[in-house]
């Protein structure tokens, strides 16, 4: 059983910056791959980022490249979305998601309740 509670969000002006973060209990979540999808009003839940169990793997939906960081600390059991130059088309609400396996794919089986971003233009 993993539980995931995301925290971070807010409302910021276009070009700022936000980091999400994803705080996750159990004992399997450093050997799982991680991941942050997005969901806007009105439109279907999307892939944003993964990454992979090390860390040493990580993967970007193309609107996002360059801009937003995906990273983790198996430490501290959490998870993090570095949003750079954030644009009106961000605005969503983002879920934090474990994956079944070690590394990054299709396969996600935990889910937070997720922590909305609005950026205003």
């Known amino acids: 059983q993993v539980q995931l509670v995301e925290s971070g969000g807010g409302l910021v002006q276009a070009g700022g910056s936000l980091r999400l973060s994803c705080a996750a209990s159990?004992?399997?979540?450093?050997?799982?791959?991680m991941g942050w999808f997005r969901q806007a009003p009105g439109k279907e839940r999307e892939f944003v980022a993964a990454?992979?169990?090390?860390?040493?793997?990580?993967r970007y939906t193309d609107s996002v490249k360059g801009r937003f960081t995906i990273s983790r600390d198996n430490a501290k059991n959490t998870v993090y979305l570095q949003m750079n130059n954030l644009k009106p088309e961000d605005t969503a609400t983002y879920y934090c998601?474990?994956?079944?396996?070690?590394?990054?794919?299709?396969?996600?089986?935990?889910w937070g309740q997720g922590t909305q971003v609005t950026v205003s233009s």
């Open positions: 990454i992979s169990w090390s860390g040493g793997s990580t």
């Open positions: 998601a474990a994956g079944r396996s070690h590394y990054i794919n299709n396969d996600f089986d935990y």
């Open positions: 159990g004992r399997t979540f450093s050997s799982r791959a």
